[in-house]
């Protein structure tokens, strides 16, 4: 699922994200600034894995991104983000009975967020890596964020 505004500069890396991954073993959603939209779809297939791709504020280089644990994403994106309609720790939340193994979170630190701004190169520096890193599902590789 890439979350986000693609009209606010790096709010629109998880969009960017989805639309750049193509794997045959994946179904990538572009859930906009509604990913509460979507939930029937993660209900029907009750996949292994969901992936939540999210622009974050986490005091990083603008950038870097980290997997963020389900008990810290809503003092971090809920409060930096405001445009989603619904917080993200409980679409986690209820989603979590409907996937098998896991829902793995990743921020991506944004360099700028305003209007009409096109993705900084280094977000889209990270996206490649994000990237890789779900088609040969190795999420051990993204650090943890503390």
């Known amino acids: 699922m890439g979350i986000g505004n693609i009209l606010r500069g790096d709010d629109g890396i998880g969009i960017y994200i989805v639309n750049n991954f193509n794997d045959e073993n994946w179904i990538s959603l572009n859930c906009g600034t509604v990913p509460e939209n979507f939930t029937s779809i993660v209900k029907k297939e009750k996949p292994d894995y969901l992936v939540i791709v999210d622009a974050a504020e986490l005091s990083l280089k603008p950038g870097e991104f ?22 993200i720790s409980h679409l986690v939340k209820y989603l979590g009975k409907y996937v098998k193994k896991e829902i793995i979170f990743i921020g991506i630190q944004p360099k700028s967020l305003h209007l009409k701004e096109t993705i900084s190169k280094e977000l889209k520096s990270a996206a490649k890596k994000i990237i890789e890193i779900l088609k040969k599902e190795k999420f051990n590789e993204i650090r943890e964020y503390e």
């Open 66 to 87: 980290r997997k963020i644990p389900k008990e810290k994403i809503s003092e971090i994106v809920s409060t930096f983000m405001g445009t989603h309609n619904i917080p």
